[in-house]
């Protein structure tokens, strides 16, 4: 124990934890959220639209089956930083190659561990989500307080800048197989999909190859005339971080979109097409981020387990007559998914690509592949 090295998170309040550091060493300041999956922590860490913040597991037991280079959702880790009850330092899975402490440390990221974890989501779910920043330099409660008042939170901050790829790429990999790995499916038949990159998921990719689409991938700021030009059959907004009405011209260009082709917009581009739509949005007291939020469908009444990760939502009562609600949060009653009456256009809050589980809503993809399929016979 006395080789380790101290670390603490204090957040914006004074709230403040004790604990061991994990990962690299150093001090970092983000949004402090919590994730509820008990499993996925690697997929999680890679997620874009953890950019800006700091997450806690609530799951006690993190890092017991190690990570590995197959389970990336994105080039590099944009997380601020990492809180656990415990880091397994020795991990068993056929698949793992490196220690959760290993691969934080390898891709310089700040965590902490030992500190009572269910305190602090219990604080966050009282108190709502806050800036806080984790030390292992700075040991000082006083100090770490006061600069965690002073740092910028997300509303107004424009992360997708951050994440977004710098040009336009295609994307041809499906599903992982056992035997095998990731199926490699150009779909040259396929209909054919641009997708803007607000810290699109690689999983996202893989479903849509999987479901039969030619996919395309652009930065979040090109033009909808640029995308237009390419004559895709639909039009795929992404998951990302943050504030949707602060990424610089995203609702400008969707709203230039509206009509013109099927859209299909999950997580933040659910919530930048809403704004499009004229909808507003409006920050969560502490979001949520899990593999268990339970949706209910309203047309069907069946409800989907589903994962999660936003820090904001959509009003339904902005929009007016035009939009209809389509799916509901049972926990808390926000709004999980909308379609337009007449557009050929609907978005999901939640993530029906999963990764981790649960994979209740993958029809979703064979809904876009039928609004295409409409539209395209129209």
């Known amino acids: 124990m006395q080789n380790r090295k101290r670390a603490l ?57 190690g990570t590995n280079p197959e389970d990336v959702e994105a080039r590099k880790l944009f997380l601020r930083g990492f809180v656990v009850r415990e880091s397994s330092p020795h991990p068993s899975n056929w698949r793992g190659t490196t220690t959760l402490h290993d691969y934080l440390a390898q891709n310089a990221i700040v965590g902490i561990e030992g500190l009572d974890t269910r305190a602090l989501t219990k604080h966050i779910r ?8 984790i030390s292992t330099e700075d040991l000082d409660e006083v100090s770490l307080a006061a600069k965690a008042a002073a740092a910028p939170g997300l509303e107004g901050t424009d992360l997708v800048a951050e994440v977004t790829t710098d040009a336009p790429y295609t994307w041809d990999q499906g599903d992982w197989e056992r035997i095998g790995g990731y199926e490699q499916s150009p779909n040259s038949e396929g209909f054919s999909v641009v997708a803007y990159d607000f810290g699109i998921k690689h999983t996202i990719l893989r479903s849509l190859v999987a479901s039969g689409f030619k996919v395309e991938v652009v930065p979040a700021n090109t033009p909808a005339e640029d995308v237009l030009a390419r004559e895709p059959d639909g039009i795929f907004l992404s998951n990302g971080p943050g504030d949707p009405a602060a990424v610089e011209g995203a609702v400008d260009r969707t709203r ?42 309203e047309v069907t009444t069946k409800v989907e387990i589903t994962a999660q990760n936003h820090g904001f939502a959509v009003e339904m009562a902005s929009f007016g007559g035009a939009v209809e609600c389509t799916h509901v949060n ?49």
């Open 256 to 297: 230039a979109l509206l009509g013109k082709k099927p859209i299909f917009g999950i997580c933040l581009g659910h919530q930048i097409l809403c704004l499009a739509l004229g909808g507003r949005t409006y920050k969560l007291k502490y979001g949520h981020h899990g593999g268990n939020h339970p949706v209910r469908d």
């Open 126 to 133: 009282e108190e709502g989500a806050q800036v806080g920043i």
């Open 9 to 65: 998170l204090v957040l914006a309040d004074g709230r403040a934890f004790r604990g061991w550091s994990v990962g690299a060493t150093g001090e970092t300041t983000g949004e402090v959220v919590f994730n509820t999956s008990m499993t996925g922590y690697q997929e999680i860490l890679t997620d874009p639209s953890y950019a800006g913040q700091i997450v806690t597991m609530t799951y006690p037991l993190i890092g017991n089956y």
């Open 330 to 378: 049972l926990n808390d009653g926000t709004v999980e998914g909308m379609a337009h009456k007449e557009l050929p256009i609907f978005s999901v809050q939640y993530h029906p690509e999963a990764s981790p589980g649960p994979h209740d809503a993958r029809y979703l993809f064979e809904r876009f592949a039928a609004l295409m399929q409409s539209h395209k016979g129209a």
